[in-house]
Structure formats: structure tokens, C-alpha cells
């Protein structure tokens, strides 16, 4: 299968600083990126859809000015969690999907732990 | 998208046996699903996919059953390795383009030596 890789793998940060999470597609042009957000012993939650060249989609509940996506190119796109609180403490994954046979299957990043201290 | 509960269901298998791991799905109209595992820390790795026109499909040591008039999914492994120990969680989607996955509530499964 198609290869995602997600930066950092973790990040721990200070209350009210902003983290910066990046998601690329290595092998294929991923023109939909999907960002969820795990709790522990949780399932996937989806957040928001992104793509390429246009703004992101996001879920009811999710504050789009808090969680900026950015979806500049067809292998990138980056979460920014803006002044980060103790409660934004999760684990963050990214999906991707490209065209032609990868029509439907979405491909995940490894995910980034964050901590907010 | 909806998701099924909060609890973390376990599944405790011996090693060698085989496992099946449930799941009851949301959406009538998805045409699509996938079974994923994940293993702590780390993102959801594909196991086997199934199409809603069918209702058996045989992976590697994996066989995933659909069940649309109940909305029912699920997910048997044979000859259940220690390896095999992680969370297994279903996952829905429309199939009509690049649509979100609509994760159920997942199952851990533990397998012991």
C-alpha cells in the first residue's frame, strides 16, 4: 500500500503555544487529507477533510481558527493546533487518498502524541 | 460522522485459536468498509476491505463477513498469533469519492501465549 508519514511522531509544548503537525503522502498525490483526533481508549474522530487548493472541511464542533489546516501541494498538507491547551492533549492521525485505484481507500499516517504541559 | 460508544470491548484469545471480532455499522447506505488494526501509538494499518455487494472475503489468514440487513460486520482471524494482539476497529464509508471513514467504537484483542 501507499506510504503517509506524519511529523512529529510526538511533541510536548506549553500551554498557550501553537504546534505545527505535517502530513505527506511519500509515494502517491494525495488531493484529500483527512485529520482525526484519538483520545485514549477512544476510536477516530474525524475533524476535518482537506483539499488540495481549497479550504478544509471541518466537523461539527471543531473550532476552525483553533485547528488551521493547510493543504498547499498535492503530497503535504499541516495541522497547526494554535495556542495549545492541557485539553488538546491527544493523539492526532492523518489519512490520505489519492486518485485511480486508491479511490476510496484512505492510507494513515503513523500519528503524533501531543502534550500540552 | 457517528460513532459507537466509548468502551473498549476485549477480546482474550489463546494462541492458535481462531478470533472473531464484531461490529455493528451506522449507515445503511455505506457501500464500503475496512477493517483496521492498531497497535498503541501507532496510526491504523489496513487489514482487509469489502465491497457491499459482497458478503465474504478471504485476506491472508483474515475473512471478513457482511451482513447488510442486520448492518452487521465481521472480522475472523485463524490461528490467532501474539502478534495479532492489538485494537481492531471497523471502518464505514460511502464509496461515492473521497469520503471520510466513520470509525466504529473498536476491540481489543488479546492473544495469549
Known amino acids: 500500500g501507499a506510504v503517509v508519514s506524519q511529523h512529529p511522531s510526538w511533541v510536548i509544548c506549553k500551554s498557550g503555544t501553537s504546534v505545527k503537525i505535517e502530513c505527506r503522502s511519500l509515494d502517491f498525490q494525495a488531493t484529500t487529507m483527512f485529520w482525526y483526533r484519538q483520545f485514549p481508549k477512544q476510536s477516530l474522530m474525524l475533524m476535518a477533510t482537506?483539499?488540495?487548493?481549497?479550504?478544509?472541511?471541518?466537523e461539527q464542533g471543531v473550532e476552525k481558527d483553533k485547528f488551521l489546516i493547510n493543504h498547499a501541494s498535492l503530497t503535504l498538507s499541516t495541522l497547526t493546533v494554535t495556542s495549545a491547551h492541557p485539553e488538546d492533549s491527544s493523539f492526532y492521525i492523518c489519512s490520505a487518498q489519492g486518485g485511480g485505484n486508491w479511490n476510496t481507500e484512505a492510507f494513515f499516517g503513523q500519528g503524533t502524541r501531543l502534550t500540552v504541559v | 460522522g457517528e460513532s459507537v460508544g466509548l468502551h473498549l470491548p476485549t477480546l482474550s484469545v489463546q494462541e492458535g485459536d481462531n478470533s472473531i471480532i464484531n461490529c455493528a455499522y451506522s449507515?445503511?447506505?455505506?457501500?464500503?468498509f475496512i477493517w483496521y488494526k492498531q497497535e498503541s501509538g501507532k496510526g491504523p494499518q489496513f487489514i482487509i476491505d469489502?465491497?457491499?455487494?459482497?458478503d465474504k472475503r478471504q485476506g491472508q489468514r483474515v475473512t471478513v463477513l457482511l451482513n447488510k440487513t442486520v448492518k452487521h460486520l465481521s472480522l475472523q482471524i485463524a490461528a490467532t498469533q501474539p502478534g495479532d494482539s492489538a485494537v481492531y476497529f471497523c471502518a464505514e464509508n460511502m464509496g461515492t469519492g473521497r469520503r471520510a471513514l466513520t470509525f466504529g467504537s473498536g476491540t481489543r484483542l488479546q492473544v495469549q501465549p
Open positions: 449507515n445503511s447506505a455505506s457501500d464500503y
Open positions: 469489502i465491497r457491499s455487494n459482497m
Open positions: 482537506s483539499n488540495e487548493g481549497s479550504k478544509a472541511t471541518y
